[in-house]
């Protein structure tokens, strides 16, 4: 068989590096000026001071975290603070809720609407909020995408006109730069209402962990954010101890990613779309040879992702081409060669070009592309196993918080708990053992606005807070009213029963 060529680096990494960093210092510059602010810059630091200062004054805080549009799953978390119990989760909006929009990327204008209504339930208004947190550090994944363009240009100038990673939009990323502008107005609060910029993994981080059962334990525990991609990385791990976390390791790159990889495959295989493609794929999966030794594509398809030393994961962008054109050409010869070519964006959602389970017996090529569903579950394992392995044994833990948009997929989570046994931990930390992990309820983006609050009260020196007790944070219930219009549409039937309240 002959040997995949393998590339694994940027074409042009110095221009790319001198690009990231011209572009992030005036990034942060010109966002300022807007009303964004780096967690790290003196605005957010004197609002860090004044909370810290009201929190030991025995005030309650209110702390809402905001995903903006241009990236999926826009919406709004609310966060009460005290200094006696640290933060309380109110609510948590998505827009999608409201909208009806999956995964959308638009403006949470019902989000926003619906979290005013809780505080003026409670007695409070938007004044009450002490600080608006986002849930990107916009100033640098602003640095990134262009960097990432620079890259591997000119192939890779496509990128600053197209979707540069999965439901990222650059047209409804645009109007962050006006979001703080925009929310004055709307609150009648004054010209701008400042936003503070979070580290996109360090929310995921935080949040996860502060909500596991790990965290009141003195022993180490490992994080993982493995995810399509964030602000500056794809793959973050971090070390939490003593109640304190910081960051072991950052790849630094949005296409070194087991998110993108497996959202690509899937929807240019299975036929659906990005962020409806990949569970769908991961289902269709368990219906394929999940046998390494017999899978008729596992072999030749798992020299895509390069697996290093110290747990790196890198794009063999000589089969991959998404790293430059993930939409309309994500596959070179190579691949093409394996998986045969990519649908079109055009054809996603053709019920001839949707990969069905239930044609098994029908259609004769739904077998051979239910092994390469297989095919790409397995290398999307072994990488995974290959990154976990390499945390555990640096922070000799057995305490893993895995999160990220990597950690929806189920099966891969399966399969670390069989693969980090008794025998590994005997072999790799001399003790017996065995994996313990924690997958939060809210591992995507959903949850992102709750980190970036939880996490904000935390650098104001809030205790860590009660863990999680219930999942449903979704903001006010419809009232009797709502779901009378709602029976009323044509394709709804229904039939009143009585009342619940009565024996």
């Known amino acids: ?58 005030e309650t805080i209110y702390i809402a975290g905001l995903a903006c549009p241009g990236t999926h799953n826009t919406g709004v978390a609310l966060v009460e603070v005290t200094q006696k119990d640290g933060p309380r989760l109110i609510v948590n909006n998505e827009e999608e809720r409201f909208s009806g929009n999956k995964h959308t990327n638009e403006f949470p204008q019902h989000a926003l609407d619906d979290m005013r209504k809780v505080l003026q339930r409670m007695g409070r208004d938007i004044g009450d909020i002490a600080a608006f947190v986002t849930t990107w550090d916009y100033p640098a994944l602003l640095a990134t995408l262009i960097r990432t363009s620079l890259e591997e240009a000119p192939a890779s100038l496509k990128l600053l006109r197209a979707p540069i990673a999965p439901a990222i939009s650059l047209r409804q990323l645009d109007q962050v730069r006006r979001l703080s502008r925009r929310l004055g107005r709307m609150y009648g609060l004054g010209e701008q209402l400042p936003l503070i910029c979070m580290p996109h993994h360090d929310n995921h981080a935080w949040y996860s962990f502060t909500a596991s ?39 630094e790159s949005l296409f070194d990613s087991l998110g993108a990889f497996y959202t690509v495959i899937s929807s240019s295989q299975g036929g659906w779309t990005w962020l409806s493609s990949e569970g769908r794929y ?180 809030a205790p860590r807070g009660a863990p999680l007790s219930h999942a449903f944070y979704c903001g006010l219930p419809p009232s009797n009213a709502d779901i009378t219009t709602a029976l009323k549409n044509d394709d709804v039937a229904s039939m009143e029963i009585g009342n619940v309240s009565t024996p």
């Open 1 to 58: 068989m002959r040997k995949p060529d393998i590339r694994t680096g940027p074409r042009h990494p110095r221009v790319a590096v001198a690009g990231y960093e011209i572009t992030r210092r005036l990034g942060e510059s010109v966002l300022a000026k807007r009303g964004l602010h780096k967690a790290n810059g003196e605005f957010a630091q004197r609002t860090i001071a004044s909370i810290r200062e009201r929190l030991q004054r025995g």
């Open 213 to 251: 059962p790990f965290a009141d334990q003195r022993e180490c525990v490992a994080i993982a954010v493995l995810d399509g991609t964030g602000d500056v990385g794809s793959i973050s791990l971090y070390a939490a101890e003593n109640g304190e976390m910081k960051q072991l390791y950052c790849n």
């Open 282 to 461: 991961m289902g269709a999966a368990a219906w394929g040879d999940m046998n390494r030794a017999t899978n008729p594509y596992y072999q030749r398809l798992k020299a895509v992702l390069q697996l290093g030393p110290g747990g790196t994961v890198r794009l063999n962008r000589a089969m991959a081409n998404w790293y430059a054109d993930p939409a309309d050409n994500p596959y070179h010869q190579p691949l093409i060669d394996i998986l045969g070519p990519p649908l079109r964006p055009d054809q996603l959602w053709n019920p001839d070009a949707v990969l069905r389970v239930e044609d098994i017996n029908h259609r004769p090529d739904t077998k051979d592309r239910l092994d390469k569903a297989a095919a790409t579950q397995l290398v999307f394992e072994d990488a995974m196993i290959h990154v976990i392995d390499h945390l555990l044994r640096v922070t000799g833990t057995d305490r893993l918080v895995l999160t990220g948009g990597v950690a929806l997929n189920a099966l891969g989570n399966m399969r670390l708990l069989e693969h980090f046994d008794e025998a590994w931990f005997e072999r790799a930390q001399g003790r017996k053992t065995r994996l313990h992990m924690w997958v939060p309820p809210v591992p995507g983006d959903p949850g992102v606005p709750i980190g970036a609050a939880w996490l904000f009260a935390h650098m104001a020196g």
